[in-house]
């Protein structure tokens, strides 16, 4: 009897969510419901701009992944098959709202203006990041799992105190961005950022990229219920959008987006897609996963379908030609300006350490500094 | 002069930088209406409002990564952690994040959260409610990590803090939070990270801080009695360690004991003891020596008298030392 009893509630045997998808994998336009009002906007202007961010984000991924190859990054984490995921959110945000990354947003940060280059630069080791996030609106990379969805809630908190929230004026409405992954839905710190969230009505979206894979994980290890589900019992509403289909990202995440500056509360949004890559370049999935199963996803390529849609519209050729051009020229400047990064100085590991001066680190920086003047007046001696 | 016990100190210090700066937020568990559990935000929330004194999720992890949050944009959030051990469950956002992001942001990011800790022993409670974490958390850079043991302090050190653009770990020793004393609210101490010589001795030096700072005066005193003049030194800053005044004391008496809660081992006495070891090797006619907590989990209250230090095992330190 009490099988049974858990058997009828375990939601593992129920039939599919839904999943709004407004572009087939073939590049068919479909009506999606109550979110066609917020994809009926773009226009095919629009569309084309969607596609060559896709296509250079893609590029950039590319470069990325050989630069390690070849001994120029320590690590590279592709995003490769999250373009429109990504992208579909970078271009639902006003220039007030305010992302807090993993460190896999690579298509995000490119619609928020963050250099490729500086991205390459972190996974190069010049340093930790280092751009300047009230520059951008675009937070530092978090490479501990879901850390970030704290700083995003209680960011979203600080503007709900400012008031920048269901004013009615789209200059000031503020949303903030949670990214995180499936496999930080398992962290103690997002159920943290749902639970704060829920309580103070914080205007936060949280945007789920379900890529199926931590590092070996599938999502099964992490979790018994659909991911969109899981704000439910925080008082935070899910969806699942198709992550793979850039307009109904677009669209949901408009819509959402919309919703949380309002003040109608935080939401979830799960994007279903797949990490056609690896975790990073140290990561193996011929070890944990099946090539079949890879290959079905292949199937459902976000720019693929795209430009099949955009072909479709009457869409010159001489257009993709154009945009590949353009990605050449980006992969050539980034591959420059990447391989000819200067040696960062030692000084850096102790000017940031804390803003104002600390006896120890000053400390240790002159006795440091001093040590490696050392070697430079030995060697200009034994000229 | 006002005559405040050191709670009070503390929240007269809330109070004003509050007044002074409206993105000054209070962030904790029972801090509103209740006032915390030991009343520090006592009626801050009933004068500032809901919005400015946040009873938070009895979620420690949450409580500093969201005040992180708030920082970036542009709030100043002090937290209150209820108990010194109740704050294990935030070490991973203080760690990595909160005391990383301004080098990780490569120093365009500053993070000016303050979060306030109830530590040390000797009020009789059940176990993790009388730790001392504070040299489990100066290991990491980034923080800034100081402890008053006076109402004077409490005031001014409270509001330095806040003012800090640096994350700042602000111990309050909580068996004192009762005692009390004169507060000069028209001028500040020496500065947060100054070390302060208490009194001035002769024959051996004498570094303690927080909650010991009272049994070491007593020591002071007992010393003195047995004809030994003992300097007296409140750290007041663990995070810098203000070496320079140890130093200089040491040259002058040749010894040095340090004294605190948490245990010896790999404590703030460990490192006080190799930094003045190297700076006044030739000055030194003993070994430093440490007195403080055992390598040992907390006792039960039955026993934490054993586990603390106090006047006799301070003094038989002071005699250790001088016995070489």
């Known amino acids: ?383 | 002069m006002p005559t405040l016990a050191l709670s009070k100190a503390i929240t007269a210090g809330l109070r004003k930088a509050m007044e002074d700066d409206d993105k000054v937020v209070l962030i904790g568990e029972d801090i509103g209406k209740l006032g915390g559990v030991f009343r520090v935000t006592e009626g801050l929330q009933k004068d500032f409002g809901q919005r400015r004194v946040i009873d938070a999720p009895l979620a420690e992890s949450g409580i500093v990564g969201t005040s992180i949050g708030m920082a970036i944009r542009g709030y100043r959030p002090v937290i209150e952690i209820q108990f010194d051990a109740f704050i294990y469950p935030a070490y991973d956002q203080i760690v990595t994040q909160l005391a990383k992001l301004h080098n990780r942001t490569r120093g365009h990011e500053s993070l000016p959260v303050v979060i306030r800790v109830p530590y040390g022993g000797g009020i009789g409670s059940p176990e993790h409610h009388s730790e001392s974490p504070e040299a489990v958390f100066a290991h990491h850079a980034g923080l800034r990590i100081i402890s008053p043991s006076t109402p004077h302090d409490a005031y001014w050190m409270i509001q330095e803090a806040i003012d800090s653009p640096d994350p700042v770990m602000f111990f309050e020793p909580k068996r004192r939070y009762w005692l009390r004393g004169e507060v000069d609210t028209d001028n500040r101490g020496p500065g947060p990270h100054t070390a302060q010589v208490v009194t001035e001795g002769t024959d051996v030096t004498l570094v303690a801080y927080g909650p010991l700072m009272p049994t070491a005066a007593d020591v002071v005193a007992a010393a003195a009695d047995e004809g030994t003049s003992v300097e007296l030194i409140d750290l007041r800053s663990l995070n810098p360690i203000d070496f320079d005044t140890i130093e200089a004391s040491v040259k002058k008496t040749g010894r040095l004991v340090v004294t605190h809660e948490a245990p010896v081992f790999l404590g703030l006495g460990a490192e006080i003891a190799a930094r003045i070891t190297e700076r006044s090797f030739y000055h030194l006619e003993a070994p430093v020596l440490r007195v403080g907590g055992f390598h040992t989990p907390y006792p039960g209250s039955k026993l934490e008298h054993h586990y603390l230090p106090d006047l006799d095992r301070i003094l038989d330190g002071v005699d250790r030392v001088l016995a070489y």
């Not at chain 1, 999606?32 to 629009?46: M, N, P, Q």
């Not at chain 1, 680190?361 to 007046?377: C, G, P, Q, T, W």
Request: aromatic residues 10%; charged residues 25%; negative net charge.
């Open chain 1, 1 to 383: 009897m009490t099988s049974n009893i858990a058997q009828a509630s375990d939601s593992r045997t129920s039939s599919e969510p839904r999943m709004i998808q407004m572009l087939t994998p073939d590049g068919e336009r479909i009506s999606s419901g109550e979110y066609d009002a917020f994809a009926a906007e773009l226009d095919d202007e629009d569309l084309r701009g969607f596609y060559k961010d896709m296509v250079l984000v893609r590029r950039v991924d590319a470069e990325g992944n050989a630069l390690q190859r070849q001994g120029q990054l320590g690590l590279w984490a592709p995003l490769l098959g999250q373009e429109a995921a990504q992208i579909g959110m970078g271009r639902a945000l006003r220039p007030q709202d305010f992302v807090f990354p993993t460190y896999r947003e690579h298509g995000v940060a490119w619609c928020r203006g963050v250099a490729p280059e500086t991205l390459l630069g972190l996974f190069r080791g010049q340093n930790h990041g280092g751009w300047d996030p009230q520059e951008h609106n675009f937070h530092t990379y978090t490479i501990v799992i879901g850390s970030q969805t704290l700083h995003a809630t209680g960011y979203a908190m600080g503007v709900g105190l400012d008031g920048e929230v269901g004013t009615g004026d789209p200059a000031r409405d503020t949303a903030t961005v949670a990214c995180f992954g499936d496999g930080a839905t398992s962290q103690g710190d997002v159920s943290e950022a749902l639970t704060f969230a829920g309580a103070f009505n914080a205007p936060v979206l949280f945007f789920c990229q379900n890529n199926q894979w931590a590092i070996s994980e599938p999502t099964s290890v992490q979790t018994r219920v659909p991911l969109f589900m899981r704000g439910q019992g925080f008082g935070v509403p899910g969806v699942r959008v198709d992550g793979n289909d850039i307009i109904a990202m677009y669209a949901v995440a408009r819509a959402s987006l919309d919703s949380v500056r309002a003040g109608h509360g935080p939401m979830l949004i799960e994007a279903f897609t797949y990490r056609m890559g690896a975790h990073t370049t140290a990561d193996d999935p011929t070890k944990y996963r099946d090539a079949a199963t890879t290959e079905a996803w292949a199937a459902k390529d976000p720019i693929t379908r795209l430009r099949a849609h955009l072909e479709s519209l009457g869409t010159p050729e001489e257009f993709f030609v154009e945009v590949d051009a353009e990605a050449d020229a980006l992969a050539a400047r980034i591959r420059e300006n990447c391989i000819s990064m200067a040696e960062p100085d030692p000084a850096e590991i102790f000017a940031y350490a804390y803003r104002e001066p600390h006896s120890l680190v000053e400390e240790e920086r002159a006795e440091y500094l001093d040590y490696l003047a050392s070697f430079e007046d030995s060697t200009e001696g034994a000229r």
